[in-house]
C-alpha cells in the first residue's frame, strides 16, 4: 500500500489541506515546532485506524479547530496495482465511520483490514508510524506481536523458544536427578534400599527362596526359546499360506502364458492405426455433416438476400444491390451535405434568436431610458447647484471650522501668558517690599561711632592717656564690624534689585508677547469673519457656530451628486439605446443571410441526389440509413458467396478424408475396413492377455512382498503341487502346536515356581514388601529413562543454540544490523540476540559485545531505528507494505550519524514508501543533497502544505 495522495477536511489545527498527487516514493515535509507535524501524523493514523476516544491509549481525536467535517480521505495504491480511496469521517462510533471507493474498474469492494493486510493498530503505530517519543520508548518494541517476529528464533519451539525449551529441560532433569539428593530418583533409590532391607528380615527360608529365584530365571529363558521357535514356525506356515493364497493367480497367470502362447504371431498394425483410423472415420463424419450444413447455410442465405432485396423495394435487384457504392465517397458527400444543412438550419434558428434577443434588448433600452427621463422631470423640476460649487463651498467651511479651533488654541495661549504675567508681577512686589526692609537701619552705626569718638577725646584731653589708647583701640575694632556688616547688607540689596530687574524683564517681555497675540488674534478673528459672512453669520465666536451651514452644503452636496449620477446614467442609457437598435439591425441582416444559405444548401443537395434515381425529398440522413440497408444486403451476399464457398471447401474436405482412410488401409495391409476391423480385434486380444498377464504378474509381486521375493516365489510355485503345499500346511500347524504346547508347560512350571515363592514369602507385609520394591524398582527405571530423555534433549538444545548464535540469527535481526552498520559508519557491524536471555547486543567492529545497559542515547535510538526498518522488510516480505511515516526521528543524531541515516532512509524508500516530518531546516536541506530529484519536498507553515522548501 502506497498513499498517492490524501486530504484533510478537518482534523485538529487542519481544514481543506492535502496533496493531490504524491508519486515519489520519499517525501519530506518541513515545519516549525507548533507547525502541526504530529497531527499530520495522527491524520494518517486515524485515517487508516480510526480517531482515538477517551479508553483509547494516545493522543485525543483531534477534534476540528478551524472548520470542517471532522476527518478526510487518503487515497493509495495496492501492491496488486489496484487503487482506492479510504474515506474517514466522524459517526455515533468513537473510531468514526469507513468508507473504501474502488478508482478503476479492477479494484474490487474490499474492506479495510483487507486492504491493510490484517496489520494492527499496534503495529502501524510503533513500527511504520512512530515519532522521536515512540523511537526512544524500549516498552514500543515489547508488543506481543512485535515480540514474536522480533526474537522468534525460528526453532519451531513456540513463543518459548530454544532457551525457555532448554531450561525447562535442565530444571526438569535437576528435578529427577542430581548427585547432591534431593532429587526425585535419589529419594527412590533410598525407599529401593530400605525396602529390601525389609524383606530380607522378613524371610525366614532365604536360601530356597534364592534358588526358586534361579529356576524362575532358568524357566523364562526356556520360555523366551520356545517363544523363538513358535515365531519361525508361525512365519515358514504363514510362507505356505501365502502360498495356497496365491495359487490361484499362479493358475490364471499360466493360463494367460498358454493364451499367448496360442495366438501367435501377428501382423503388426502401423503407429497408432487404431487412433488414425478413428480420427480418420470421425473426420469423414464430420465432413459429411460439415458439408450438409453448408448447403443448408446457403439455402438460408440465399433467402435472407431475397427479402432484404424485396424489402428495399421492386426496383433494387441484387445485382443493382451488389454494384451500388455505399463506399466512403457517398457517404461522406451525404454527410458533409446533412452537416451544412444543419449548420444553416441552426445559424437560422440562432440568427432568428438573436433577432428576437436583440428585439428584446432595443425594448429594454428604450423602457429603462423613458423611466430615467420620468425620473429626472419628475425629481428635478429645477436642477441644483453645480457640484463643484458646492464642493469649494464645503472646503472653505472646512478651512474656517479648522482656524476656529487653531484661534481657539490661540486664545487658551494668550490666558496662559495672562496667568504667567501675574505671577511675574507678584514677584517683582514681594522683591521690592525685601529689598526697603534691608536699607532703613543703615545711618544707626555711624552716630554710635561719632558718640564714640567724642567721648575718647574727652578721655584724651582728662589725660587719661591709657584709657583713651584702648577705647580708641575699642573704637576703631567696632568701627571695623559695622562696616563690615554694612558691605554684607550692600551685596543682599545688589543681589535683589538684580532679580527685581529680572522680574519686570520678564513681566515687560509678557506684555509684549500678550500684545502680539492680540493683534494676531483680531487679524484672524477679522478674517473668519469674513468667511462667516459668506454663509450668513457676521460673527464666528466658535466651531458650533459653522455647524448649520456645514449640514446645509453636505445636503446640497448630496444632492447635487445624485442629480450628477441621474444624468450620468440617462447618458449610457441613451448610448444602450442605440448600440442596441443597431444590434437589432445587424441581427436581422444576419437571419436573411442564414435563410438564403439554407436554401442554397437544400438545391445543391437535390442536383447531388438526382442523378442517382432516387426520390429528390429523400434527406441526407434518410440517404445514410438507405446506404446502412444496401450495405448490409451486400453483406448478405458476401456472406452467400462465403457460404457457397464452404460447400466447396466442405466437399473436397470429405473427399480428402475418405482418402485418408483408404491409405490407412493399405498401410495395415488389409483390403476393406471389415478385414481391417478384424485386425484390430485380433491386437486388442493379444494386448488383452498381456494386460492380464502383467496384472497377475503385479499381484503375485505384492503378495511376495517385492521382485527380488517373487522370483523365489516363483521357482517355489513351479516346483510344487496344491497338493504338497496342503500336506506341508498340516505339518506345519503341528509343528506350531507342538510349540505351543511345550511353552505352555514351562509357563505351567513357572507359575509353580512362582506360587512357591509366594508360600514362602510369609505374611501380608512381606507380600506388601514385595509389590512396593516392584514398584519402586519399575518408578526407578522409569525416573531414570525419563531423565536420561530430559539430558539428551538440553545436550541437543544447548548444541543447536550455540551454533545458532554463531551462524544464524532471524531475518529481522539480520536486517535490523546491516542497517546498523550503515548508520554507525561500521562502527557496529552486526546486532546478536541471545537465546538464552533474549537479551540483544552490538557487536562493533573489532568483535566486542555491548550490552543494552552500555548503550548511550545516541546508539539506542540508532539500534532501536534499525530495528524497525528491519522489521518492515521482514513484515514487507509476507504482508502488504504499508507507507512508512517518521516524525524527527534524527534529532539526537550527531551530524555524520545523520548523515549516514539519511542516505539509509533514501535507499529504504526505494523499496518502501516512507513520509518524514522534521522542524530542523538542515535535515530538510541533507535529504534535498541525497536524494535529489527523487523525493517531493513540502513546507508546513500557516497550517498549509507548501511545495518545495525554503
Not at 466512403?328 to 458533409?336: D, G, L
Not at 432595443?362 to 431610458?369: E, G, L, V
Not at 536420561?788 to 531475518?811: C, D, K, T, Y
Not at 522489521?871 to 504482508?879: H, K, L, P, V
Amino acid at each position: 500500500m502506497r498513499i498517492s495522495g490524501f486530504h484533510i477536511d478537518g482534523f485538529g489545527v487542519f481544514h481543506d489541506v492535502g496533496i493531490e498527487v504524491m508519486d515519489k516514493s520519499l517525501t519530506v515535509i518541513l515545519g516549525d515546532n507548533g507547525a502541526g507535524k504530529s497531527t499530520l501524523l495522527e491524520f494518517f493514523r486515524a485515517a487508516l485506524f480510526g480517531f482515538r476516544g477517551r479508553r483509547t491509549s494516545g493522543p485525543p481525536g483531534y477534534k476540528p479547530l478551524r472548520g470542517g467535517q471532522h476527518g478526510g480521505h487518503l487515497t493509495v495504491r495496492m501492491s496488486d496495482g489496484t487503487s482506492y480511496r479510504i474515506i474517514r469521517s466522524a459517526s455515533d462510533k468513537v473510531a468514526g465511520a469507513v468508507s473504501i471507493v474502488g478508482l478503476d474498474n479492477a479494484s474490487p469492494a474490499r474492506e479495510l483490514s483487507t486492504l491493510l493486510g490484517g496489520a494492527s493498530r499496534d503495529i502501524f503505530e510503533n513500527v511504520f508510524a512512530f515519532s522521536l517519543g515512540e523511537l526512544q520508548d524500549v516498552a514500543t518494541l515489547d508488543r506481543e506481536e512485535l515480540r514474536d517476529r522480533l526474537y522468534a528464533a525460528g526453532s519451531g519451539a513456540g513463543a518459548r523458544g530454544a532457551p525457555g525449551v532448554r531450561a525447562a529441560l535442565e530444571k526438569g532433569a535437576a528435578a529427577l536427578y542430581k548427585k547432591q539428593g534431593g532429587s526425585k530418583l535419589h529419594l527412590l533409590l533410598t525407599q529401593l534400599e530400605a525396602a529390601e532391607r525389609r524383606r530380607q528380615d522378613l524371610s525366614g527360608e532365604a536360601e530356597r527362596y534364592a534358588q526358586l529365584t534361579q529356576e524362575y530365571d532358568r524357566i523364562r529363558a526356556e520360555i523366551a526359546q520356545l517363544e523363538r521357535r513358535e515365531r519361525d514356525a508361525e512365519s515358514s506356515l504363514a510362507q505356505i499360506r501365502r502360498l495356497l493364497d496365491a495359487w490361484p493367480d499362479w493358475l490364471e497367470l499360466q493360463e494367460q502364458e498358454r493364451l499367448l502362447a496360442e495366438i501367435g504371431d501377428v501382423r503388426a498394425l502401423p503407429e497408432q492405426a487404431e487412433k488414425r483410423y478413428a480420427e480418420a472415420k470421425r473426420t469423414e463424419e464430420e465432413r459429411t455433416r460439415q458439408l450438409t450444413d453448408a448447403t443448408a447455410r446457403a439455402e438460408d442465405s440465399q433467402k435472407e438476400v431475397d427479402a432484404a432485396c424485396a424489402a428495399l423495394g421492386d426496383m433494387w435487384t441484387a445485382a443493382r444491390v451488389a454494384t451500388f457504392d455505399t463506399g466512403e465517397a457517398p457517404r461522406s458527400k451525404a454527410a458533409e451535405c446533412d452537416r451544412k444543412l444543419e449548420e444553416t438550419r441552426n445559424a437560422s434558428a440562432l440568427a432568428a434568436g438573436s433577432v428576437q434577443h436583440a428585439r428584446d434588448a432595443a425594448n429594454q433600452t428604450t423602457q429603462a431610458r423613458e423611466a430615467l427621463e420620468a425620473e429626472q422631470s419628475t425629481n428635478w423640476p429645477k436642477p441644483p447647484r453645480i457640484l463643484a460649487d458646492v464642493e469649494n463651498d464645503l472646503a472653505t467651511i472646512h478651512r474656517a471650522r479648522a482656524e476656529s479651533a487653531s484661534l481657539s488654541e490661540e486664545r487658551g495661549r494668550r490666558s496662559e501668558m495672562e496667568g504667567r504675567k501675574a505671577a511675574a508681577e507678584s514677584d517683582v512686589r514681594r522683591l521690592t517690599e525685601a529689598k526697603e526692609s534691608i536699607a532703613a537701619p543703615a545711618r544707626l552705626p555711624l552716630v554710635v561711632t561719632f558718640g564714640l569718638l567724642v567721648a575718647a577725646s574727652i578721655l584724651w584731653q582728662l589725660n587719661l592717656t591709657a584709657s583713651a589708647i584702648a577705647f580708641g583701640l575699642f573704637l576703631a575694632a567696632f568701627y571695623f564690624a559695622v562696616r563690615q556688616h554694612r558691605q554684607a547688607r550692600s551685596i543682599v540689596r545688589a543681589e535683589r534689585a538684580e532679580r527685581i530687574r529680572e522680574a519686570e524683564g520678564r513681566v515687560k517681555d509678557l506684555e509684549d508677547k500678550i500684545a502680539a497675540a492680540d493683534e494676531h488674534i483680531g487679524r484672524r478673528q477679522a478674517e473668519l469673519n469674513t468667511i462667516g459672512a459668506q454663509f450668513g453669520i457676521p460673527i464666528v465666536s466658535s466651531v458650533s457656530d459653522l455647524d448649520p451651514a456645514n449640514t446645509r452644503l453636505q445636503a446640497e452636496a448630496e444632492a447635487a451628486r445624485a442629480y450628477t449620477d441621474l444624468n450620468n446614467r440617462l447618458r449610457d442609457a441613451r448610448k444602450a439605446e442605440a448600440t442596441a437598435a443597431d444590434a437589432l439591425e445587424a441581427a436581422e441582416r444576419g437571419l436573411n443571410e442564414a435563410t438564403l444559405n439554407h436554401e442554397t444548401e437544400l438545391g445543391e443537395w437535390k442536383r447531388w441526389i438526382t442523378p442517382l434515381s432516387l426520390r429528390d425529398d429523400l434527406t441526407p440522413q434518410a440517404f445514410l440509413q438507405l446506404l446502412t440497408r444496401i450495405a448490409s444486403v451486400q453483406a448478405l451476399l458476401h456472406q452467400l458467396d462465403g457460404r457457397r464457398r464452404e460447400v466447396l471447401n466442405a466437399q473436397q474436405g470429405l473427399q480428402k478424408a475418405s482418402a485418408e482412410v483408404m491409405d490407412i488401409l493399405r498401410e495395415a495391409g488389409d483390403a476393406d475396413e471389415t478385414a481391417f476391423k478384424a485386425h484390430l480385434a485380433t491386437v486388442a486380444r493379444l494386448n488383452e492377455v498381456r494386460t492380464r498377464i502383467q496384472s497377475y504378474g503385479d499381484k503375485l509381486v505384492v503378495r511376495a512382498g517385492g521382485a527380488e521375493r517373487w522370483s523365489a516365489m516363483r521357482d517355489e510355485l513351479a516346483s510344487t503341487t496344491q497338493e504338497a503345499l496342503d500336506v506341508a500346511l498340516q505339518a506345519g500347524s503341528a509343528s506350531v502346536t507342538e510349540v505351543r504346547r511345550l511353552r505352555t508347560e514351562a509357563q505351567t512350571r513357572l507359575g509353580e515356581r512362582t506360587s512357591e515363592m509366594k508360600r514362602l514369602e510369609t505374611g501380608d507385609e512381606l507380600e506388601a514388601v514385595t509389590s512396593e520394591i516392584e514398584s519402586l524398582r519399575a518408578q526407578a527405571s522409569d525416573v531414570y529413562d525419563e531423565w536420561i530423555v530430559h539430558r539428551l534433549g538440553a545436550w541437543l538444545i544447548e548444541m543447536a543454540q550455540a551454533s545458532f548464535e554463531r551462524n544464524r540469527q532471524p531475518e529481522i535481526i539480520r536486517r535490523a544490523g546491516a542497517a546498523l552498520a550503515q548508520i554507525t559508519g561500521g562502527a557496529y557491524s552486526r546486532l546478536i540476540r541471545r537465546l538464552d536471555s533474549g537479551d540483544l547486543e552490538a557487536e562493533s567492529h573489532g568483535g566486542a559485545l555491548k550490552e543494552r545497559k552500555a548503550w548511550n542515547r545516541g546508539l539506542l535510538e540508532q539500534i532501536y531505528l534499525s530495528m524497525r526498518l528491519g522489521f518492515i522488510e521482514d513484515y514487507c516480505r509476507t504482508s502488504e507494505p504499508l507507507p512508512v511515516i517518521m516524525d524527527d526521528v534524527f534529532a539526537n543524531f550527531d551530524p555524520d550519524h545523520a548523515e549516514r541515516a539519511i542516505q539509509t532512509l533514501v535507499d529504504f524508500a526505494e523499496e518502501y514508501q516512507t513520509i518524514y516530518l522534521t522542524c530542523h531546516p538542515d535535515i530538510a536541506q541533507r535529504f534535498r543533497a541525497q536524494a535529489g530529484a527523487s523525493a517531493s519536498y513540502y513546507t508546513l507553515s500557516d497550517y498549509r502544505l507548501e511545495v518545495g522548501l525554503p
